[in-house]
């Protein structure tokens, strides 16, 4: 399962990162580089709660040389989608994972959209 900066913000700022595991006990909890990024850049501005997150375990996933050739053609197109979550729409159309996301218009994007209709799951909250 591959989570956004967004949902992993929310479950740290209420303390509550060890739900994540009870909810997905059977997860393989993944994140991209560029969440990983946002998240120690949040760290950088003073959050405490992005230490519990990461204390979670993630695997951290960078793109292979197609998926940022791809990443590359839609992030100039896509105003509306931040780096990490196209980052991740992509590795979940590649891999076929589950992607938690928070993130209004990275959920509502036709973009992300058309992936959905190609078989990937979308778990908004």
């Not at 929310?10 to 994140?31: C, E, H, S, W, Y």
């Not at 100039?76 to 076929?96: D, F, M, P, V």
């Amino acid at each position: 399962m591959i989570f956004d900066a967004d949902i992993l913000s929310m479950f740290g700022k209420i303390d509550r990162t060890n739900l994540l595991k009870k909810l997905f006990p059977n997860a393989v909890f993944v994140i991209t580089f560029e969440v990983y990024k946002e998240l120690l850049r949040a760290k950088e501005a003073g959050y405490e709660f992005v230490d519990d997150i990461l204390k979670l375990g993630f695997e951290v996933v960078h793109l292979n040389s197609e998926l940022t050739k791809e990443y590359e053609q839609k992030n100039s197109k896509l105003r509306n989608i931040h780096a990490g979550e196209l980052a991740s729409i992509l590795l979940c159309k590649r891999e076929g994972m589950a992607f938690a996301t928070n993130d209004s218009k990275a959920k509502q994007s036709d973009f992300a959209k058309r992936i959905m209709l190609s078989g990937w799951t979308l778990l908004t909250y």
